[in-house]
DNA sequence: ATAAGAAAAGACTGGTCTGTCTAGTTATCC
DNA sequence: GGATAACTAGACAGACCAGTCTTTTCTTAT
């Protein structure tokens, strides 16, 4: 775990480089030369630059959704958890190498053939809007599924604006916007004290 | 006005080429073989694909805002105009050429340096931003500055992440979703009838 | 010490990219 | 008809692309 291995530098390096100047403007040579190895070692670790995007995009959500957890369950029950992600959000927006959402930004530079890229993005975003709902679940007492699923995904779709439009504007308000509109979402349910 | 120019040929072949495919996946060759003509006469209507990228987001844009005024002023006052975006975007989401929002979708391309791209969309955005709140302002009655602007920009960040993600998930669950929650912003206000 | 494996360095393939330039063709207007 | 402008076709430059391969160097384990 954390270990310093090839295998992390690459991941490590075309992830800042993906992640800041696009998957498609970055070039094989600029992740070797910031990983400081040869081309043959990248491809022995990884056979193709599509699976270092993939192995990309995977540590940005896992991380990210490992954050949210530990924001969650740090914070009392509760309104709290239910808006935690906007406070990681928020965090992560005051970081230096904030350039919205990793998923998002890929998304945009597909073209419809590259599916298995578009099939990981998928993935990741129903697994945020899963965990979303087990929140809402713990959260909100007395709920229906269909409330429960107008609730998560209500959040989802305010967290989800509010990180990019946020980069776009290079500006927080997105942030707090979207903060300040979701207890909209259960101002008539049932949450937990 | 709707003449057949070489110029609409070119913005229109990019147009659909960029936003099916993306900016950086699209060559220039390709646009002109889709426009039929030659490349020096393309170099002799743009001078370069930055401004060919400018023209496609404008054209977008400047449609797309005009569709919408013309739906909200199709609709009875009050919650029908406040909402008359997301039918837009419903109807949006039926072509069968539908790709998300062409301004985000080029933003997510942008490395840092490409400044003159990012300041259009920001512009495109702010001006979408401004005539929700016109709407909003048209709309409900007695309300200050600060409360036009939580709902407009309410609706705002809800259209922008009903357009991604039903792009993203190909279901337009997130345009209903968010049609859905969009009256919770405005539910204590006095809506014009 | 030696054998085996891992990695470095970078040449190379075959292709793409944007943008320029030259030539030849067509259309238009006086 | 002759001049002017707009267009076509495509060669070309110079750079970059992903990915393969060879050769040399270094590390490590027995």
Redesign the pocket.
């Given at each position: 775990m954390g270990e310093i291995t090839?295998h992390n530098k690459i991941i490590t390096s075309a992830s800042n480089l993906f992640y800041a100047n696009g998957y498609n403007s970055?070039?094989?040579?600029?992740i070797i030369s910031k990983s400081?190895?040869?081309?043959?070692?990248l491809?022995?670790h990884f056979k193709?630059?599509?699976d270092i995007c993939m192995a990309y995009l995977k540590q940005r959500h896992d991380s990210f959704l490992e954050s949210l957890k530990s924001y969650v369950s740090k914070r009392k029950k509760g309104r709290n958890q239910l808006l935690a992600i906007f406070d990681l959000l928020r965090d992560m927006y005051r970081e230096e190498d904030f350039h919205g959402c990793w998923g998002l930004k890929t998304l945009g530079e597909l073209s419809p053939k590259q599916k298995k890229i578009l099939g990981v993005i998928q993935k990741q975003k129903k697994e945020l809007l899963l965990y979303l709902g087990e929140v809402v679940g713990d959260n909100i007492t007395n709920i229906s599924k269909a409330e429960t699923e107008k609730i998560s995904g209500g959040i989802y779709l305010l967290y989800d604006s509010a990180i990019t439009e946020s980069h776009l504007f290079k500006n927080d308000w997105p942030i707090y916007t979207a903060r300040s509109i979701a207890p909209l979402l259960f101002a008539n349910s049932e949450v937990v004290q």
């Open positions: 090839i970055t070039g094989i040579n600029e400081g190895i040869a081309k043959a070692t491809y022995s193709s630059k599509e």
